[in-house]
């Protein structure tokens, strides 16, 4: 059964980068599926961040996609969020997902890790 | 940009009610529509795929239809830990994924 898990800095400055990890056991991130992120800020509805596929095809939402960067360490077995010059607005909890079989929806989720931009 | 109206918002309803949310996209999707549950404090979890397709493990009283731009989720049966927020997600080719704002289902 595969497991993601989430890590990285609960706090980042305004203005900073944010940058996420997250580890996939239970299946090869190298073989097929893509592998995405989603956020949700506190009290408020789910958002797609970006997603990528056999480490080098990335798709990003259009409203983020010149601040997102997402990657692929295969002998880590993990992917990467990074989010550059944060504001409040990006304050959210942030989940890594493995994408459905056919990729048009999240079969696997990490459990989530809050980030707070602020001072 | 494709949009999802996902209503209602919120709903109440008792055990044993059919329980019924709906969501429409602004323009063709084919079969690419998804419905999720996220209990509070939780990562949602997909419930049915592909407009009415059950995910390993959910229960049967769960169901999902429609297509093209209209689309309906369903509970036949309430039951008590059904409380939580459903969303629908729908998926576009280009690739894009939206989801709805959810609604969040409470039992009396």
Redesign the interface.
């Known amino acids: 059964q595969v497991q993601l898990q989430e890590s990285g800095p609960g706090l980042v400055k305004p203005s900073e980068t944010l940058s996420l990890t997250c580890a996939v056991s239970g299946y090869s991130i190298s073989s097929d599926y893509y592998w ?1 992120w989603i956020r949700q800020p506190p009290g408020k ?4 961040i970006g ?1 990528i596929y056999h480490s080098e095809n990335t ?1 990003y ?2 409203s983020l996609k010149s601040r997102v960067t997402i990657s692929v360490d295969t002998s880590k077995n993990r992917f990467s969020l990074k989010l550059t010059s944060v504001t409040a607005a990006d304050t959210a909890v942030y ?1 890594c997902a493995r994408h ?1 079989s ?6 696997n ?4 890790t809050l980030v707070t931009v602020s001072s | 940009d494709i949009q999802m109206t996902q209503s209602p918002s919120s709903l109440s309803a008792s055990v044993g009610d059919r329980v019924t949310i709906t969501c429409q996209a602004s323009q063709d999707i084919s079969i690419y529509l998804n419905w999720y549950q996220q209990k509070p404090g939780k990562a949602p979890k997909l419930l049915i795929y592909d407009v009415s397709n059950l995910e390993t493990g959910v229960p049967s009283r769960f169901s999902g239809s429609g297509s093209g731009t209209d689309f309906t989720f369903t509970i036949s049966s309430l039951q008590p830990e059904d409380t939580a927020t459903y969303y629908c997600q729908q998926y576009d080719i280009l690739p894009s994924y939206t989801f709805g704002q959810g609604t969040k289902l409470e039992i009396k």
Do not use: I
Not at chain 1, 45 to 48: A, F, N, P, Q, V
Not at chain 1, 109 to 112: E, K, R, S
């Open positions: 995405g509805g789910l958002e797609w997603s798709y939402d259009p989940y459905c056919g990729g048009s929806c999240f079969s989720w990490g459990q989530g």
